[in-house]
């Protein structure tokens, strides 16, 4: 396995030695033999050895590099440390060889996508975009592990782990619908990014889209297919979330989620077919990846649902639940959601129990998108855009029957 990984990284850098000419630098044949000198080493003396061993290459790479610079140009370090990690991971064949063997496929792709990575961070990305991956790391690597996982507060009804999690997922997910938007283009047009900014907030797409076809009559099925293929991306988000906080909810509310779902994207299609026929208008391909005050208002409402249905379920039973959710659904339906299913988690309501309270939150928040629709997209868009809204919380709550 050693081997294989030294002849696998080294062949990737003797093409690229070739193609440069520089007949110095390290080939085929010097990473076969460090990976195998990282495995006799790690076979023979251990980890002292495998130092040594990683030390001496290290001493070598240092002065080829030292010898082969130039002063009017920059020679790189990608060759010298691939070296040295080829050492390391001959070292690592002889313990765990699957991940030795995956780690060199991983290392050799990142030495092949040379010219294709530097495109895609130089030219492809924009500095917003670098900024957003930047907070999106930051938020999980760094504000995720610090916060502590257990319940705490009035009623402990709080966990901050648990609602910073959500908090990445919607960065998460509305970065992954930026990047849709991005490689599709504006071919797809409106439905595209009314699916992909659905993620973000399905009564604000709608909104979006209304004002679009106000402006616009000639994209107005594009515009309808984005309002109503949004819809499809809060249940495809709600069955997301929970599924990160509770699976036996999600299993409850599987039959209302699938058949929400299936008439949406029914509905939807009709007009994104028509929508597809149509030029849709040109945008700036660019921008924010996501909304960070989005995703952490997000959050403060998650928190202040989850306290008011501890305290109504405390003092009220479930008929406390259920009033709470529908109340805090004209805002969002997927933080009454999450909510409730964290009280499932917590041993706190049944799941079954739960049914009733999300989809409460569901059909408030249709009520929302409704308003929406109905002020900003004129008559045309509302007619088109209300019955789709109509057939899909019908059959969530159809799918809540046929479970009974």
Known sequence: MALGVGLLIGAERERRKLERGAATAAGIRTFAIAALAGALSRHLGGAVMVAVATAAVGVFVALGYWRTRKADEDPGLTTEIALVVT?????????????????????????????????????????????????????????????????????????????????VLVLAIGAAGHAAVRALGVRFGLPVTGLASGFVSSAATIGAMGARAAKAPAVLAAAVAGAVLSTVATVVQ?????????????????????????????????????????????????????????????????????????????????????????????????????????????????????????????????ITKLVVAATTGGRAFALRVIPGLILVTVAAWAGALLAF
Do not use: C
């Open 87 to 167: 050492v390391l991971l001959g070292a690592l064949a002889i313990s765990e060889p699957g991940l030795a063997a995956a780690a060199g496929v991983a290392v050799a792709i990142i030495l092949a996508g040379r010219t294709q990575i530097h495109h895609f961070v130089g030219s492809v990305l924009t500095e917003r975009e670098v900024r957003a991956g930047l907070l999106l790391a930051a938020a999980t690597l760094i504000v995720l592990p610090l916060l502590p996982d257990r319940p705490m507060g009035p009623f402990e009804a709080l966990n901050p782990h648990a609602i910073w999690l959500l908090v």
């Open 238 to 366: 709600m069955t997301a979330v929970l599924a990160a906080v509770s699976v036996p909810t999600l299993q409850a509310m599987a039959g209302p989620l699938l058949l929400a779902g299936a008439a949406a994207a029914l509905y939807g299609v009709i007009f994104t077919v028509a929508g597809l026929r149509q030029k849709a208008e040109e945008g700036k391909r660019s921008g924010e990846a996501f909304s960070l005050l989005t995703a952490l208002a997000f959050g403060a409402t998650l928190a202040a649902v989850m306290l008011a249905s501890a305290a109504l379920r405390a003092w009220f039973g479930e008929a406390g639940s259920i009033a709470a959710a529908a109340l805090a659904g004209f805002a969002d339906t997927h933080a009454a959601a999450i909510s409730v299913a964290t009280q499932v988690a917590s041993g706190h309501m049944e799941p079954a129990q739960a049914v009733l309270p999300i989809l409460a939150a569901f059909t408030t928040n249709s």
